[in-house]
């Protein structure tokens, strides 16, 4: 595989996102084809390669890759330093494409091979404290992977590895605090089926000062309230049960 036959690039040493395992960096800019560059296999990212400090260039071509299956296209793009698309093209399997933009310098070329929609979900593994702070490099920029919430007064989520662009959204879903219920006039901050457990919780707190000889009950009632509100939330979903044949006996 070769990137571009410039001088440009040609004397360059290229950074990887997914490098591949034992691979030389400098083969993928050789003009020998005899010499190739296989990426890594991470599904959640796209294999990217970075050019730093290049400049006059006008133009990027690819000879031999494979990075797609026969029959499917990979999209092929070239971004500058902030991500911004500069042109791009779609390919198909061992096609030679010359991707022709207008000549200028770049802090950091990347090309990038798309593999897979944007728009695909990855799941993002919690770590622990102290496996964050072994992370050597925590500004190593990709799609992000693991994450830390530092559970501070105003808490922190720590993302690795850094975005490498503005358009990524997380999806998550959060416990909330319930707001004070300040004047009488406003909506308690609640589902509704919640209300009955809130008021029987209200009167189970205040008999510890009031009528301690009530708290057993109340607290009955208040773990009984509770229970239904919070079985309201299971789903419905249809269940079907079925033993493997293995276990038949005749």
């Not at 808490?155 to 959204?169: F, G, K, L, R, Y």
Request: charged fraction near 20%; aromatic fraction near 10%.
């Amino acid at each position: 595989m070769i990137i571009t036959k410039t001088n440009v690039l040609s004397s360059e040493t290229p950074t990887f996102i997914d490098p591949g395992t034992g691979q030389t960096a400098t083969d993928i800019v050789s003009p020998d084809h005899s010499l190739t560059y296989t990426s890594g296999s991470l599904s959640s990212t796209d294999f990217r390669v970075d050019f730093s400090g290049v400049n006059d260039v006008e133009y990027v071509a690819i000879s031999g890759h494979n990075g797609c299956d026969t029959g499917n296209d990979m999209t092929v793009e070239i971004q500058d330093n902030a991500f911004s698309v500069i042109a791009s093209a779609t390919v198909s399997r061992n096609h030679n494409i010359l991707i022709t933009f207008t000549k200028q310098n770049f802090t950091t070329l990347r090309v990038v091979f798309k593999t897979s929609p944007d728009t695909h979900q990855i799941t993002v593994s919690y770590i622990a404290a102290g496996e964050y702070l072994t992370v050597p490099n925590k500004t190593t920029e990709a799609r992000p992977s693991q994450y830390y919430f530092d559970r501070k007064i105003n808490p922190v989520i720590n993302i690795w590895a850094t975005p490498e662009n503005s358009t990524d959204q997380i999806v998550y879903y959060y416990v909330q605090r319930i707001e004070d219920a300040d004047t009488l006039t406003n909506t308690t901050d609640m589902p509704f089926r919640f209300y009955p457990c809130m008021v029987a919780g209200l009167a189970y707190y205040l008999s510890m000062k009031r009528a301690p000889e009530r708290i057993q009950l109340l607290k009955s009632v208040y773990e009984e309230e509770f229970q239904r509100a919070s079985d309201e939330d299971e789903d419905r979903t249809p269940l079907k049960l079925q033993p493997s044949i293995q276990y038949l006996r005749v």
